[in-house]
Structures are given as C-alpha cells and as structure tokens.
C-alpha cells in the first residue's frame, strides 16, 4: 500500500524560500510512479502545480512556472517542491500525491494523497 508523508511547511516572509518533501512508501524498488503537488487555500479549489513520472520528467501548471521547482531522489523515495520567491497568495495547504502510468500531470486523477503541509507566506 502506498503511502505518502508531506512535510517542510512553515511561515516564511514574502520573498522568501521553502522546500517540501513527500516521503514515499510502498512503492516497487526504483523511481516513483507519477507524482504531483498541489495545493488548496481556504474557500478554494485545489490547483495543480507540477508532476514528476518515473523518468524523471516533470510537468507545470502555466501559472506555477518560473517559481517552483519539483524533483525527486528515487534512492530515498522522496519527492521535493523548491518553491522561491513565494508570495503572501501562495499560503495554502499544500499536498502530494501519486497515481500509476499513464499520462503524468496534475490534470489527472490522483488515488493516493498525503496529508498535507501548511505554507503560509506573510507581507
């Protein structure tokens, strides 16, 4: 059964940096299936921001490019989001998830999801 752990959240300045990290488990040994973080702020939907597959391919929502940045270290099985110059907009809870083959983006369906890290961002 896979599992995902999402963590590296806090309150950061605007301006400022944040790495998160999803930790997977249960997945076959070597790289992750496809991968996404989004996120959800209150009183609104939850938006993709980027994917990750298997071949270490990744993939951005047009209104995320430029500031984030996904990758992953398949030895450890974790997945990151390096999010820069964040704004106080960008506060919101923020999760990953992972699904099997297929296409790989945050248009997809997601089965399985962590249980989200908080990123608040102040003026």
């Known amino acids: 059964q896979v599992e995902l752990v999402d963590s590296g959240g806090g309150s950061v300045q605007a301006g400022g940096s944040l790495r998160l990290s999803c930790s997977a488990s249960?997945?076959?040994?070597?790289?992750?299936?496809?991968m996404g973080w989004f996120r959800q702020a209150p009183g609104q939907e939850r938006e993709g921001i980027a994917s990750n597959d298997r071949y270490d391919r990744s993939k951005y929502a047009d209104s995320m490019k430029g500031r984030f940045t996904i990758s992953q270290d398949a030895a450890k099985n974790t997945l990151y989001l390096q999010m820069s110059s964040l704004k106080p907009e960008d506060s919101a809870v923020y999760y990953c998830?992972?699904?099997?083959?297929?296409?790989?983006?945050?248009?997809?369906?997601?089965?399985?999801w962590g249980q989200g890290t908080q990123v608040t961002v102040s003026s």
């Open positions: 998830a992972a699904r099997g083959g297929g296409v790989c983006d945050t248009n997809q369906y997601y089965p399985t």
């Open positions: 249960g997945f076959p040994a070597g790289r992750l299936y496809c």
